[in-house]
C-alpha cells in the first residue's frame, strides 16, 4: 500500500492550502494516520496525526492553531487544512499510517505506506 498525498503548490504568505491523502483499495478505517513535512536538508517532521484509539487530533507546536487535521470516511481520505502559511512551512508532505493503532506519535519510524508527498512552496 502506498498512500498518495496531493493538493501542495505555490502560495503567498499568509495564504492557505489544503491536501488530501487517500490510499486506493486501503481502507483507514480506525488506523492511526500522520502527516509529516520534510525541508530540504532537514529531517523529517511530525506535524499532525489521529489516534487509532479515540480519534483525537494532535499538532505539533510549529503549526498549532494554523492547521487542521480532518478524515471523510465516507471518501476514505485525511486533509491537512493549512491556514496562516509562513516561508518555514516550505517542505515536501507526507502521509503515513501508523505501524499499530496508538494514540499519537511524531516518530517517522512508527510509520508504513508513505506515498510520494506533496510539495508546499511559500513565497511572495
Known amino acids: 500500500v502506498q498512500l498518495q498525498a496531493s493538493g501542495g503548490g505555490l502560495v503567498q504568505p499568509g495564504g492557505s492550502l489544503r491536501l488530501s491523502c487517500t490510499a486506493p483499495g486501503y481502507p483507514f478505517g480506525r488506523d492511526s494516520i500522520g502527516w509529516f513535512r520534510q525541508a530540504p536538508g532537514k529531517e523529517r517532521e511530525g506535524i499532525s496525526c489521529?489516534?487509532?484509539?479515540?480519534?483525537?487530533?494532535y499538532y505539533a507546536d510549529s503549526v498549532k492553531g494554523r492547521f487542521t487535521f480532518s478524515k471523510n470516511n465516507a471518501q476514505n481520505t485525511v486533509f491537512l487544512h493549512m491556514n496562516g502559511l509562513e516561508f518555514d512551512d516550505t517542505a515536501v508532505y507526507y502521509c503515513a499510517t501508523g505501524k499499530t493503532r496508538f494514540r499519537c506519535s511524531f516518530l517517522p519510524d512508527d510509520y508504513e505506506n508513505w506515498g510520494q508527498g506533496t510539495q508546499v512552496t511559500v513565497s511572495s
Open positions: 489521529i489516534s487509532g484509539v479515540d480519534g483525537r487530533k
